[in-house]
């Protein structure tokens, strides 16, 4: 088994400290901007460029997350950043938007591309897609087994990186538009309010939207036999105690020793720990919520953590050399890659006691307080000669000086051309056709839209005969590796029966197209913002995007793209998707049939759609509803989930007629300010 790596979370100069004292082999952190922690301390470039220097001084990695959604209007700031990040030498990126991706991999491409958790890979075609783009590894997604984990592994040549500890977020990563929708401050911007934290209520249940905190601390060595070659700790906004804490833990269970699981708890937890997800048993017991008695345990242990890292910790072995004759003194200290050598001053006779080699090496050695010890000395010296102690100490000091130089020094960028590929602003042609996305064939009414898109469950060779062309198969928006063949065989047989298109709200769903050599669509949870983004996007197969709808109406309308480009019109918009699904854990699958709901602090209801036992969905309680306001794309959708075939052919009638809804709506993100 290879030793997987520790990969740490720093949120400010402290974290840094405390994480590299206590042992991690790699940080990762955040610039002022593009970042999916805004509300973090973080690294300014003067300060990215010191974190970078300390970490390489210590024989640490750095990477840098680069990991939000980002707009047409911010490119330039981005490609400022990524130049930012590559003068200050860090060794990786970690990344979600594919304008990101696409411009580390032509400009930088020395520097290591890591897909984030936001990419949501859960099977092994998401993987392919990500291998196939150009990623140096990925984040396997955090609701996955460990069984999952292999079979994701096995498929792909890329190495993979796994969440070990740390806050679990209800929702599947970059699938979450709750705090957005309900707050305007976007979790896919980095600036998520949490408000799946607060008492929302099911059946008797509260705080159902609140998992415990992941530790998987008991499972890392099994972790590293199937693989994983990073273990990833979660808290970028957390304390440097809590760095400290779990990176000494990790340590300790990476090597197969003893940890201090009452600190670690104590530190942070969440009503305790769970693993659920990693031993395949995502049930009630996963869910907790932050109490004021865990506030208070965090209070006996803070002391004593700060002493994990109060002192720099000795990891960098130094070979010395010392010669002195009647005319110089001369020190060499080599760490294996960098050299320096220190002259000191002419040795005077000695008139009471010569210098010998043990007293030499007893003041040549004393790197304490550095992250240097000497582990082989050798010394060559005339006798009847002397130096006082202080000169040997400024040699000493000299030469480790001389090392941090060396070793801090950025590396070379190595720079290819990258050259914006995206295309001008579109001219609108309205009326957009409409294309309608309906739960069950039973919904569809007489009048079709344009496209009709149903979920590939649904599906069957007599459906597929009787929409033909206009027919798209929805995939499921999260699909996990026990599926995958069976959604292939499904797929295979549909093709044959006249099925030639598929939509898709994940990356796995662009390699799987491939494969079956079907047209491939991809919706809004590709979180599509930037024209850089549809390039790519379009270079990959897609034959048409809808973009994500957290944009602001005035982003939409400046995209440009070589691809029809849709918008999603009208919906009770899918918030979160849970793979633990809190309406089962609260009142059980026979309860809701399917069609369960929760309900807010305030006594909002919101629909809880069932997506076959394998996952669920959190919708908005209101729809989105833009009909006689803007049509800025080629495409509109219509979302629907629990409408009668009625009340879809009423709504696409409207649409049609451009008439404004009547009813309770809301405009979505497309005339609000986004944070």
């Given at each position: 088994?290879?030793?997987?790596?520790?990969?740490?979370?720093?949120?400010?100069?402290?974290?840094?400290?405390?994480?590299?004292?206590?042992?991690?082999?790699?940080?990762?952190?955040?610039?002022?901007?593009?970042?999916?922690?805004?509300?973090?301390?973080?690294?300014?470039?003067?300060?990215?460029?010191?974190?970078?220097?300390?970490?390489?001084?210590?024989?640490?990695?750095?990477?840098?997350?680069?990991?939000?959604?980002?707009?047409?209007?911010?490119?330039?700031?981005?490609?400022?950043?990524?130049?930012?990040?590559?003068e200050?030498?860090?060794?990786?990126?970690?990344?979600?938007?594919?304008?990101?991706?696409?411009?580390?991999?032509?400009?930088?491409?020395s520097?290591?591309?890591?897909?984030?958790?936001?990419?949501?890979?859960h099977?092994?075609?998401?993987?392919?897609?990500?291998?196939?783009?150009?990623?140096?590894?990925?984040?396997?997604?955090r609701?996955?087994?460990?069984?999952?984990?292999a079979?994701?592994?096995?498929?792909?040549?890329?190495?993979?990186?796994?969440?070990?500890?740390?806050?679990?977020?209800?929702?599947?990563?970059?699938?979450?538009?709750?705090?957005?929708?309900?707050?305007?401050?976007?979790?896919?911007?980095?600036?998520?309010?949490?408000?799946?934290?607060?008492?929302?209520?099911?059946?008797?249940?509260?705080?159902?939207?609140?998992?415990?905190?992941?530790?998987?601390?008991?499972?890392i060595?099994?972790?590293?036999?199937?693989?994983?070659?990073?273990?990833?700790?979660?808290?970028?906004?957390?304390?440097?105690?809590?760095?400290?804490?779990?990176?000494?833990?990790?340590?300790?269970?990476?090597?197969?020793?003893?940890?201090?699981?009452?600190?670690?708890?104590?530190?942070?937890?969440?009503?305790?720990?769970?693993?659920?997800?990693?031993?395949?048993?995502?049930?009630?017991?996963?869910?907790?919520?932050?109490?004021?008695?865990?506030?208070?345990?965090?209070?006996?242990?803070?002391?004593?953590?700060?002493?994990?890292?109060?002192?720099?910790?000795?990891?960098?072995?130094?070979?010395m050399?010392?010669?002195?004759?009647?005319?110089?003194?001369?020190?060499?200290?080599?760490?294996?890659?960098?050299?320096t050598?220190?002259?000191?001053?002419?040795?005077?006779?000695?008139?009471?006691?010569?210098?010998?080699?043990?007293?030499?090496?007893?003041?040549?050695?004393?790197?304490?307080?550095?992250?240097?010890?000497?582990?082989?000395?050798?010394?060559?010296?005339?006798?009847?000669?002397?130096?006082?102690?202080?000169?040997?100490?400024?040699?000493?000091?000299?030469?480790?000086?001389?090392?941090?130089?060396?070793?801090?020094?950025?590396?070379?960028?190595e720079?290819?051309?990258?050259?914006?590929?995206?295309?001008?602003?579109?001219?609108?042609?309205?009326?957009?056709?409409?294309w309608?996305?309906?739960?069950?064939?039973?919904?569809?009414?007489?009048?079709?839209?344009?496209?009709?898109?149903?979920?590939?469950?649904?599906?069957?060779?007599?459906?597929?005969?009787?929409?033909?062309?206009?027919?798209?198969?929805?995939?499921?928006?999260?699909?996990?590796p026990?599926?995958?063949?069976?959604?292939?065989?499904?797929?295979?047989t549909?093709?044959?029966?006249?099925?030639?298109?598929?939509?898709?709200?994940?990356?796995?769903?662009?390699?799987?197209?491939?494969?079956?050599?079907?047209?491939?669509?991809?919706?809004?949870?590709?979180?599509?913002?930037?024209?850089?983004?549809?390039?790519?996007?379009?270079?990959?197969?897609?034959?048409?995007?809808?973009?994500?709808?957290?944009?602001?109406?005035?982003?939409v309308?400046?995209?440009?793209?070589?691809?029809?480009?849709?918008?999603?019109?009208?919906?009770?918009?899918?918030?979160?998707?849970?793979?633990?699904?809190p309406?089962?854990?609260?009142?059980?699958c026979?309860?809701?049939?399917?069609?369960?709901?929760?309900?807010?602090?305030?006594?909002?209801?919101?629909?809880?759609?069932?997506?076959?036992?394998?996952?669920?969905?959190?919708?908005?309680?209101?729809?989105?509803?833009?009909?006689?306001?803007?049509?800025?794309?080629?495409?509109?959708?219509?979302?629907?989930?629990?409408?009668?075939?009625e009340?879809?052919?009423?709504?696409?009638?409207?649409?049609?007629?451009?008439?404004?809804?009547s009813?309770?709506?809301?405009?979505?993100?497309?005339?609000?300010?986004?944070?």
């Amino acid at each position: 088994m290879a030793r997987p790596d520790i990969l740490a979370p720093v949120g400010g100069q402290e974290q840094l400290m405390a994480a590299v004292r206590c042992g991690a082999d790699a940080v990762y952190l955040g610039g002022k901007g593009f970042n999916a922690r805004r509300n973090a301390a973080n690294f300014g470039d003067d300060e990215l460029s010191a974190a970078a220097r300390y970490c390489r001084r210590r024989g640490v990695k750095l990477y840098v997350t680069v990991n939000t959604m980002v707009l047409d209007a911010e490119l330039d700031a981005l490609e400022a950043g990524a130049e930012a990040i590559a003068e200050a030498g860090a060794d990786g990126v970690i990344l979600q938007d594919m304008a990101a991706a696409e411009l580390f991999r032509k400009r930088y491409p020395s520097i290591h591309r890591v897909a984030s958790t936001q990419t949501a890979v859960h099977n092994a075609d998401g993987a392919r897609f990500l291998q196939d783009a150009g990623f140096d590894s990925f984040v396997l997604a955090r609701e996955l087994s460990l069984e999952e984990m292999a079979r994701i592994l096995a498929a792909v040549d890329i190495p993979a990186e796994a969440f070990v500890h740390g806050a679990h977020c209800m929702c599947v990563s970059g699938m979450c538009y709750l705090s957005a929708m309900l707050g305007g401050r976007s979790g896919n911007r980095g600036l998520c309010a949490q408000p799946c934290r607060l008492d929302w209520r099911c059946g008797g249940g509260g705080h159902v939207l609140s998992l415990k905190d992941m530790s998987l601390m008991e499972h890392i060595r099994a972790l590293g036999e199937i693989g994983v070659t990073t273990l990833k700790i979660e808290g970028r906004m957390k304390r440097p105690e809590y760095v400290a804490a779990a990176v000494t833990a990790c340590r300790a269970a990476r090597d197969g020793e003893a940890y201090d699981a009452d600190a670690l708890r104590a530190v942070f937890s969440r009503s305790g720990f769970t693993d659920g997800y990693l031993v395949g048993k995502p049930d009630a017991s996963m869910f907790g919520y932050r109490t004021k008695d865990d506030v208070t345990d965090a209070e006996g242990v803070l002391r004593a953590l700060r002493n994990l890292y109060r002192r720099e910790r000795q990891t960098v072995p130094l070979t010395m050399a010392f010669n002195m004759d009647e005319n110089a003194s001369r020190l060499t200290a080599t760490d294996g890659t960098h050299t320096t050598e220190v002259s000191g001053p002419a040795p005077e006779p000695a008139f009471h006691r010569a210098l010998d080699p043990e007293n030499a090496e007893k003041n040549l050695t004393k790197t304490g307080g550095t992250q240097y010890y000497v582990n082989s000395f050798d010394a060559h010296m005339a006798p009847g000669l002397t130096l006082p102690a202080s000169a040997l100490n400024a040699m000493r000091r000299q030469a480790l000086e001389e090392l941090d130089g060396l070793r801090g020094a950025a590396p070379a960028v190595e720079r290819g051309a990258s050259e914006r590929t995206g295309r001008g602003i579109r001219p609108g042609a309205a009326p957009s056709p409409l294309w309608g996305r309906f739960c069950g064939a039973e919904q569809v009414p007489e009048a079709l839209p344009e496209r009709v898109i149903l979920p590939v469950g649904e599906l069957t060779p007599e459906i597929t005969a009787r929409y033909g062309g206009r027919l798209m198969a929805e995939l499921p928006a999260v699909l996990f590796p026990r599926d995958e063949e069976a959604l292939f065989r499904r797929l295979e047989t549909l093709r044959e029966a006249g099925l030639s298109a598929l939509w898709t709200d994940n990356i796995y769903g662009i390699a799987l197209g491939r494969r079956l050599g079907l047209s491939v669509y991809g919706g809004f949870g590709l979180n599509i913002g930037n024209s850089e983004a549809l390039a790519f996007y379009e270079a990959q197969g897609l034959r048409g995007a809808t973009v994500s709808f957290e944009l602001p109406m005035g982003a939409v309308k400046a995209l440009g793209s070589g691809m029809p480009l849709g918008v999603m019109a009208y919906g009770h918009l899918p918030l979160m998707r849970f793979r633990n699904c809190p309406v089962r854990a609260n009142v059980g699958c026979a309860a809701c049939g399917g069609r369960g709901s929760l309900t807010d602090r305030k006594g909002v209801e919101f629909p809880v759609e069932c997506g076959m036992k394998r996952f669920s969905t959190l919708l908005n309680s209101v729809p989105l509803d833009i009909a006689g306001r803007d049509d800025p794309g080629d495409f509109r959708v219509l979302w629907f989930t629990r409408e009668s075939r009625e009340e879809c052919a009423a709504v696409i009638d409207r649409f049609r007629r451009d008439e404004k809804a009547s009813g309770p709506h809301t405009g979505g993100l497309y005339y609000r300010k986004l944070l």
